[in-house]
């Protein structure tokens, strides 16, 4: 009965993870396209504050973020079968919480307020989730 508790408990981390991931990626999708490719619709205010080449950039992180929540929502169907998606995304998202912090630290992103504590705060929390909570057991043979 436990294994069953944890495997929805995994689920639910991993579908909302991947939501949250294709919702940021489409949202830096959607700057890049205004700041590269629709530069003369963008009069009434810009999704991202960047130059073109932040664009670029956003645009190539999106593209990640809907990959990346493609994958996690792939491990939704056999958890067991997704653990290595699982310690990847975790690793992933502790290397984002450290970038953040490195850049509060640095002064970077000073005028962003308590944004990286927040993003730090919630990848290192998704992290810990999918590490904990996956399925560790080698899938069943012949299913």
């Given at each position: 009965?436990r294994e ?6 995994y689920?639910?981390v991993a579908?909302?993870?991947?939501v949250?991931?294709?919702?940021a ?7 890049f ?5 629709l530069p ?7 999704l991202l ?7 670029y950039l ?6 990640l973020?809907?990959?990346?929540s493609?994958?996690?929502a792939?491990t ?9 998606i ?7 998202f502790?290397l984002l919480?450290f970038?953040n912090?490195l850049?509060r630290?640095s002064g970077?992103y000073g005028?962003?307020g ?6 730090t705060?919630?990848?290192t ?10 399925p560790?057991e ?6």
């Amino acid at each position: 009965m436990r294994e069953r508790k944890t495997y929805l408990a995994y689920r639910l981390v991993a579908l909302l993870t991947a939501v949250v991931c294709a919702i940021a990626g489409v949202m830096l999708l959607l700057g890049f396209m205004q700041g590269t490719i629709l530069p003369a619709a963008a009069s009434g205010g810009r999704l991202l504050a960047t130059n073109h080449w932040g664009s670029y950039l956003a645009g190539l992180t999106g593209a990640l973020f809907l990959v990346w929540s493609i994958l996690l929502a792939a491990t939704l169907r056999d958890p067991p079968r997704g653990h290595a998606i699982a310690v990847g995304s975790a690793a992933g998202f502790l290397l984002l919480g450290f970038v953040n912090l490195l850049a509060r630290f640095s002064g970077e992103y000073g005028e962003a307020g308590g944004w990286q504590k927040l993003v730090t705060t919630t990848a290192t929390f998704a992290a810990l989730s999918l590490i904990w909570l996956s399925p560790t057991e080698p899938p069943e043979q012949g299913s």
